[in-house]
């Protein structure tokens, strides 16, 4: 059984073993005798690394054995593995060749934090967002059948992530083309069932057989020439099963349902793995596992410790008190939110809040302590979060759906169809907009911008301090139809935050800063930056607050008075916020000059986020630069 450690270690550990186990052609060549000692070894390396990086941390440790189990049984990468989300996934990092580079984790032109294609031939299909593999593996399943090849795919699903519809679609289509493949459920919070032991480990062992296989198939054969018997001798299987194992959804979705078995056991997991391998159909192995496996503070907090900063060092100095600090932080945009959330949720009876399943991450915490019959969080399903706000709207509810900008993507359909084309009053509050550093181009918040300024009757506001958000999440709950509010991951410049409830006027953008020849028209959190560079350029700086509906007579004042527009945003350039007022212009046939600053039309790779921002020439640098080249070519 695992080791369990107490603190993460700052010195490198000794791994002999797992210095032999670089690859996993290496691994399959260690006698099984030594695995458990290369899971110890291999789980305190994983916390070595993650203390030096910072990263995911819970999930890769409760998987362990799981990974060394699955690179010693299939033959990777001719057998496909694919990990759903990715958050699991270090081991399999540690162990594919990548170990010396685990340093580099999540930093600018270092690993990712989830499984790539282009990083590794071992990571057979990209990830970030949840709910995807079983889909993906399929897809590999039946071109392997298509290409009469014998490799194998297997699917590794987390019990969260069985919670998306996209999930049980996958599952439901399997069984119809008999695809041959495997999916592990890694249940680690015993969420479905906690029929663990060893009743259900020897089951396991006996129904995953290929002994148990024949006879079975034998049995078919000849209770087949008897009316009714097979399908006497199936019920009365599927029945037994169910009594002793939670799988009857999986059998009657068409899945060979093996489990519930001790993920962290090595021995049980090699025996039904082999056995599982070579059986023909869907088939469907439960593990259950312990996040945090091995680390006995993870075991006992496994939410606070899902990720962790990284270490510092011993002698490193102590933070500055904030009084001496060059430049106050204020609260995050997050707490910004949840605080708001209570204040309305006081004052207005009618709203409820709605999270697919990102309570802590959207600040939801205390307003799900205090209003626990109006809190309703969905699990990952973030289309039935939309849909279920409609419901709720269509009854004279006031739903606010508070969902990351990248999530929000994977409900577009429902946020036109279901939501906006019967013009619901449905308030969705999206963090993490813009670029969100280490997780990088899976979890930024790109597009949002360009992806909801083009649904007719939608709110669409971008804030640029803590107190403008405050305020524009008011107005969106009081305005008569959609209305969008997008704010960044992170602390906001430390503004004043007004403690009312008041709305802005809808469509109005405020001039901050009054200059002459340049106006920056700043869409969200880059005003600040923005200021500094009409400082130096003596620009006009405009906070545009709305993208929908745009400022229009603000627009054209400022195109008649300045011989340069530039807008700022931190969204794709293409169709986002500086497309629209690009539009307005040709609409009216104003002639003036416009500069577009934003994301680029590529993914922009994991760093920090003000590397990131710096790349994408969305620092005061990057803005006074392309002001500067723009007025050069304007003046000859």
Same mark, same amino acid.
């Given at each position: 059984?695992?080791?369990?450690?107490?603190?993460?270690?700052?010195?490198?550990?000794?791994?002999?073993?797992?210095?032999?186990?670089?690859?996993?052609?290496?691994?399959?060549?260690?006698?099984?005798?030594?695995?458990?000692?290369?899971?110890?070894?291999?789980?305190?390396?994983?916390?070595?690394?993650?203390?030096?990086?910072?990263?995911?941390?819970?999930?890769?440790?409760?998987?362990?054995?799981?990974?060394?189990?699955?690179?010693?049984?299939?033959?990777?990468?001719?057998?496909?593995?694919?990990?759903?989300?990715?958050?699991?996934?270090?081991?399999?990092?540690?162990?594919?060749?990548?170990?010396?580079?685990?340093?580099?984790?999540?930093?600018?032109?270092?690993?990712?934090?989830?499984?790539?294609?282009?990083?590794?031939?071992?990571?057979?299909?990209?990830?970030?967002?949840?709910?995807?593999?079983?889909?993906?593996?399929?897809?590999?399943?039946?071109?392997?059948?298509?290409?009469?090849?014998?490799?194998?795919?297997?699917?590794?699903?987390?019990?969260?992530?069985?919670?998306?519809?996209?999930?049980?679609?996958?599952?439901?289509?399997?069984?119809?083309?008999?695809?041959?493949?495997?999916?592990?459920?890694?249940?680690?919070?015993?969420?479905?069932?906690?029929?663990?032991?060893?009743?259900?480990?020897?089951?396991?062992?006996?129904?995953?057989?290929?002994?148990?296989?024949?006879?079975?198939?034998?049995?078919?054969?000849?209770?087949?020439?008897?009316?009714?018997?097979?399908?006497?001798?199936?019920?009365?299987?599927?029945?037994?099963?169910?009594?002793?194992?939670?799988?009857?959804?999986?059998?009657?979705?068409?899945?060979?349902?093996?489990?519930?078995?001790?993920?962290?056991?090595?021995?049980?997991?090699?025996?039904?793995?082999?056995?599982?391998?070579?059986?023909?159909?869907?088939?469907?192995?439960?593990?259950?596992?312990?996040?945090?496996?091995?680390?006995?503070?993870?075991?006992?907090?496994?939410?606070?410790?899902?990720?962790?900063?990284?270490?510092?060092?011993?002698?490193?100095?102590?933070?500055?008190?904030?009084?001496?600090?060059?430049?106050?932080?204020?609260?995050?945009?997050?707490?910004?939110?949840?605080?708001?959330?209570?204040?309305?949720?006081?004052?207005?009876?009618?709203?409820?809040?709605?999270?697919?399943?990102?309570?802590?991450?959207?600040?939801?915490?205390?307003?799900?302590?205090?209003?626990?019959?109006?809190?309703?969080?969905?699990?990952?399903?973030?289309?039935?979060?939309?849909?279920?706000?409609?419901?709720?709207?269509?009854?004279?509810?006031?739903?606010?759906?508070?969902?990351?900008?990248?999530?929000?993507?994977?409900?577009?359909?429902?946020?036109?169809?279901?939501?906006?084309?019967?013009?619901?009053?449905?308030?969705?509050?999206?963090?993490?907009?813009?670029?969100?550093?280490?997780?990088?181009?899976?979890?930024?918040?790109?597009?949002?911008?360009?992806?909801?300024?083009?649904?007719?009757?939608?709110?669409?506001?971008?804030?640029?301090?803590?107190?403008?958000?405050?305020?524009?999440?008011?107005?969106?709950?009081?305005?008569?139809?959609?209305?969008?509010?997008?704010?960044?991951?992170?602390?906001?410049?430390?503004?004043?935050?007004?403690?009312?409830?008041?709305?802005?006027?809808?469509?109005?953008? =405020?001039?901050?800063?009054?200059?002459?020849? +340049?106006?920056?028209?700043? %869409?969200?959190?880059? /005003?600040? $930056? #923005? &200021?500094? =560079?009409?400082?130096?350029?003596?620009?006009? +700086?405009?906070?545009?607050? %709305?993208?929908?509906? /745009?400022? $229009? #007579? &603000?627009?054209?004042?400022?195109?008649?008075?300045?011989?340069?527009?530039?807008?700022?945003?931190?969204?794709?350039?293409?169709?986002?916020?500086?497309?629209?007022?690009?539009?307005?212009?040709?609409?009216?046939?104003?002639?003036?000059?416009?500069?577009?600053?934003?994301?680029?039309?590529?993914?922009?790779?994991?760093?920090?986020?003000?590397?990131?921002?710096?790349?994408?020439?969305?620092?005061?640098?990057?803005?006074?630069?392309?002001?500067?080249?723009?007025?050069?070519?304007?003046?000859?």
């Amino acid at each position: 059984m695992p080791t369990t450690f107490h603190e993460i270690p700052r010195e490198r550990p000794l791994t002999p073993l797992l210095d032999r186990a670089n690859t996993p052609d290496a691994l399959r060549r260690l006698a099984e005798a030594e695995l458990d000692t290369l899971a110890d070894e291999l789980r305190q390396y994983l916390l070595y690394t993650v203390g030096q990086t910072g990263g995911h941390f819970g999930a890769g440790l409760g998987v362990i054995e799981l990974t060394i189990a699955l690179h010693y049984v299939f033959d990777t990468p001719d057998d496909r593995l694919v990990w759903d989300v990715g958050h699991q996934a270090y081991p399999h990092k540690i162990l594919t060749g990548r170990r010396e580079r685990m340093g580099s984790l999540r930093q600018k032109d270092g690993i990712a934090a989830f499984p790539r294609r282009s990083e590794s031939e071992y990571d057979t299909f990209g990830v970030g967002h949840s709910s995807t593999s079983i889909s993906a593996a399929l897809g590999m399943a039946i071109a392997a059948q298509l290409q009469n090849s014998k490799r194998k795919a297997v699917a590794v699903i987390g019990d969260g992530a069985l919670t998306a519809g996209m999930a049980f679609e996958a599952l439901n289509h399997a069984s119809e083309v008999n695809a041959n493949m495997l999916v592990i459920l890694n249940d680690n919070d015993m969420s479905i069932s906690k029929n663990v032991g060893g009743l259900s480990n020897y089951l396991a062992k006996i129904l995953s057989s290929r002994t148990y296989a024949s006879m079975r198939e034998g049995s078919k054969k000849v209770l087949s020439r008897l009316p009714g018997a097979w399908e006497i001798a199936r019920k009365t299987e599927e029945h037994a099963k169910g009594m002793l194992v939670p799988g009857t959804l999986f059998e009657e979705l068409g899945w060979n349902y093996i489990g519930p078995i001790d993920g962290h056991d090595l021995p049980i997991l090699l025996a039904t793995l082999r056995n599982m391998r070579d059986l023909d159909g869907p088939q469907f192995l439960h593990v259950v596992t312990k996040k945090g496996k091995g680390f006995a503070p993870a075991e006992v907090d496994p939410i606070g410790y899902h990720a962790i900063t990284k270490l510092e060092p011993i002698n490193a100095p102590a933070a500055q008190p904030l009084s001496i600090q060059k430049q106050a932080t204020g609260p995050k945009y997050s707490s910004v939110f949840g605080q708001w959330l209570c204040d309305m949720a006081e004052a207005d009876e009618r709203l409820v809040g709605i999270t697919p399943a990102m309570k802590e991450g959207s600040d939801l915490v205390a307003f799900s302590e205090r209003y626990p019959e109006r809190y309703f969080d969905v699990a990952i399903a973030e289309q039935h979060a939309v849909t279920l706000a409609a419901g709720m709207a269509c009854e004279g509810a006031k739903p606010v759906v508070a969902i990351y900008s990248t999530f929000l993507q994977r409900a577009y359909d429902q946020l036109i169809h279901d939501v906006a084309v019967q013009h619901l009053d449905v308030l969705f509050a999206i963090d993490r907009a813009g670029l969100v550093g280490e997780d990088g181009p899976t979890h930024a918040g790109s597009f949002d911008l360009s992806y909801l300024r083009c649904i007719p009757g939608m709110l669409v506001m971008t804030p640029s301090d803590e107190n403008e958000l405050r305020r524009m999440l008011s107005t969106g709950h009081l305005y008569d139809g959609p209305a969008a509010v997008r704010y960044p991951r992170g602390s906001g410049p430390n503004a004043v935050i007004e403690p009312g409830l008041s709305p802005l006027e809808v469509g109005r953008g =405020v001039v901050r800063r009054q200059g002459q020849g +340049v106006a920056l028209l700043v %869409f969200g959190v880059q /005003l600040r $930056e #923005a &200021l500094k =560079v009409g400082e130096t350029l003596n620009a006009t +700086v405009v906070d545009m607050r %709305f993208v929908k509906p /745009l400022d $229009e #007579a &603000l627009v054209r004042e400022l195109a008649a008075s300045h011989g340069l527009l530039v807008s700022i945003e931190e969204n794709s350039i293409m169709g986002g916020a500086g497309s629209a007022v690009s539009e307005f212009l040709a609409r009216e046939s104003l002639s003036t000059p416009m500069l577009h600053l934003g994301l680029p039309d590529y993914y922009v790779e994991h760093a920090k986020p003000a590397q990131m921002l710096a790349e994408c020439g969305l620092d005061e640098a990057g803005i006074k630069a392309a002001v500067r080249e723009r007025l050069t070519l304007l003046n000859g």
